[in-house]
C-alpha cells in the first residue's frame, strides 16, 4: 500500500518537475526565456518541444529611473512533448538530447522590454558553443548596453502646469 502511494505521489509531481524552475526565475527574467522559447519552439527542425531547464549566468544592472540591462544565459532542454503543445504540464524532460545553449540580452523600461535596442537573443546546440561564438555574443550585447552616462535628478526635467 505504501510503494502504491509513494508511486502515486511521484507521478503527480514529475509533470511539474519540468516548469518548476521556469516559474522561480524572476519575472523580468521570464521575459527574455520567453522570447528565446518562442525562437527554439517555432524553429522549423526543432521536433520536440524545449523548456527552460537552468540558468548559467545572468546580469540584471540597474540604470536608474527603473531602467535595467538585462544579460542572461541559460540552457533549454528537450521534453517529451512534441512541437507546438500548447499544454506543457505533461512534459518530461528528455535527457538523451543535447541542451540548447541561450543567450539573450535587452533593456527593460517599468519591467516591459525595450524597443530599440531589439532585443538579443541567440540559441545553440551545446555541442557547437565555441569560444567564437561565446566571444560574438558578448561583443553584441556589449554594444547594446547602455553607455552614455547614467541618469541623474540633475538631467531630469520638471513638469510645468
Request: charged letters at 20%.
Amino acid at each position: 500500500m505504501a510503494a502504491l502511494m509513494l508511486w502515486l505521489l511521484a507521478v503527480l509531481f514529475l509533470g511539474s518537475d519540468a516548469q518548476e524552475s521556469y516559474n522561480e526565475l524572476p519575472e523580468i527574467l521570464r521575459k527574455g526565456v520567453d522570447l528565446a522559447l518562442t525562437s527554439v519552439n517555432n524553429h522549423s527542425s526543432i521536433q520536440q518541444h524545449f523548456l527552460f531547464f537552468k540558468t548559467v549566468s545572468q546580469t540584471n544592472d540597474e540604470l536608474g529611473f527603473d531602467l535595467r540591462y538585462i544579460l542572461h544565459n541559460f540552457y533549454l532542454k528537450a521534453t517529451n512533448c512534441q512541437r507546438g503543445v500548447n499544454d506543457t504540464s505533461e512534459c518530461q524532460f528528455r535527457n538523451d538530447r543535447p541542451l540548447i545553449d541561450c543567450s539573450v540580452c535587452y533593456k527593460t523600461f517599468q519591467g516591459e522590454i525595450e524597443n530599440p535596442p531589439i532585443p538579443y537573443v541567440h540559441c545553440i546546440h551545446r555541442p557547437k558553443l565555441t569560444e567564437e561564438v561565446i566571444q560574438t555574443r558578448t561583443e553584441h550585447c556589449s554594444k547594446m548596453e547602455y553607455k552614455s552616462g547614467s541618469a541623474t535628478l540633475l538631467g531630469s526635467k520638471q513638469n510645468k502646469n
